[in-house]
């Protein structure tokens, strides 16, 4: 067969000629993209990376990767005018320039926000001391780039035909779903939020949550974990946190103690103030105590004791428990030195039969026996 014959033959709706030429065009397309690429590798990169705004470094970068498939979509776009294609090459050619093009910016939109992301709101979370903004930034991340090829995959179904109204009312009803199993997730996860965005507390910090203290080791995306006074550790939902009354004991300047002194009904009014003022004054001499919040009443009377109120303050939060500890020890042997008798439970027992009576520590044994 002649070659003009061969050359002259259609095949759907275009000559041999014009595929050659339409394949030579796609051919330079592409390598227009490689050399863009390389001019983009070895020229512009190089001048944006000298710069020190880092804008422009992520625009090139995200531009990178995408530039040879955009050369290849100029080549189809240029070398269809040469064919005159009937269907179904038609439609096929459409799609081999739209479903690109919406590949092309789903990817450069995908490097953007990757890029954008981790150079600034990043760089943001890693200067906080809080590690839950480290944890929720490449969760939005990922969500933003799930966004994103989504739109562009119901773009592209939507170009090769598709129907996509029943497509996105099913994703709406899938999504309905999903989010009432995963409802005390996200309950957490938001919780998660609000304790970033309030800071009642920070990593290191003591805190009581609900009657649960202990100090806090990591502050995740459903969870928070605090290692308490017994040395265990209690997770807890940052959704349960977000409800809860958080006492953050960190925060306070001192600690408050409150405790009491018990003397004997056998003290006399001038032996209670010497009490009152020797108990106050011992606590003010330790070190650690603020001396100036510091005082002793007489409070009470006990059923089996008068009882001396003592109030002092801890400035030095670390060592709380060695000088509670100390404040109480001093008091024992200043009271013991100056001769006060620190009062115990007692129970008193009274025979009927006549005017005696036995007064003895409860929980000591006693047997009464009634003759008549």
Same mark, same amino acid.
């Given at each position: ?14 000559? #041999? ?94 490097? #953007? %926000? ?70 005390? %997730? ?23 949550? @609900? ?18 006074? =017994? ?11 977000? @409800? ?22 056998? %003290? ?13 004054? $011992? ?27 003592? =109030? ?58 009634? $003759?008549?």
């Amino acid at each position: 067969m002649p070659f003009e014959s061969i050359a002259s033959e259609t095949y759907f709706g275009s000559t #041999l000629l014009e595929y050659v030429l339409f394949f030579a065009v796609l051919g330079a397309g592409a390598l227009l993209g490689r050399s863009l690429s390389f001019v983009y590798r070895r020229r512009l990169q190089v001048k944006a990376e000298a710069t020190e705004t880092e804008v422009d470094d992520i625009i090139l970068h995200s531009l990178g990767g995408p530039i040879v498939l955009l050369g290849v979509i100029f080549g189809v776009a240029v070398g269809r005018e040469f064919l005159t294609p009937v269907e179904p090459l038609q439609s096929v050619l459409n799609a081999s320039i739209e479903i690109p093009v919406v590949v092309s910016i789903a990817w450069i939109a995908v490097r #953007l %926000t990757d890029g954008f992301i981790d150079t600034y709101v990043m760089e943001y979370a890693e200067e906080t001391e809080s590690k839950l903004d480290d944890e929720l930034v490449p969760i939005a991340s990922r969500i933003t780039n799930i966004a994103i090829v989504s739109i562009a995959g119901i773009v592209i179904l939507d170009s090769v035909g598709y129907d996509v109204t029943a497509i996105i009312a099913s994703l709406g009803v899938g999504g309905i779903a999903v989010a009432f199993a995963s409802r005390k %997730t996200m309950a957490d996860v938001f919780g998660g939020a609000h304790i970033l965005s309030t800071k009642p507390f920070l990593v290191g910090d003591v805190v009581d949550v @609900n009657g649960t203290a202990g100090t806090v080791e990591e502050i995740g995306l459903r969870t928070t974990r605090i290692r308490d006074f =017994d040395g265990r550790t209690v997770t807890i939902p940052n959704s349960d946190i977000a @409800n809860a009354e958080v006492t953050n004991i960190t925060s306070e300047p001192s600690r408050r103690v409150k405790t009491f002194v018990g003397l004997n009904y056998d %003290t006399t009014p001038s032996e209670m103030d010497a009490a009152i003022a020797l108990a106050a004054e $011992t606590a003010r001499g330790v070190d650690g105590v603020d001396s100036e919040q510091t005082g002793a009443w007489f409070w009470e009377y006990g059923d089996s004791a008068m009882q001396i109120r003592l =109030d002092y303050f801890i400035t030095d939060l670390r060592r709380w428990k060695a000088i509670r500890d100390e404040v109480n020890r001093s008091i024992q042997r200043a009271f013991a030195d100056a001769g006060f008798d620190m009062a115990f439970p007692t129970r008193t027992v009274r025979i009927e039969q006549g005017a005696d009576t036995l007064t003895e520590p409860v929980g000591a044994s006693a047997e009464t026996e009634r $003759t008549g």
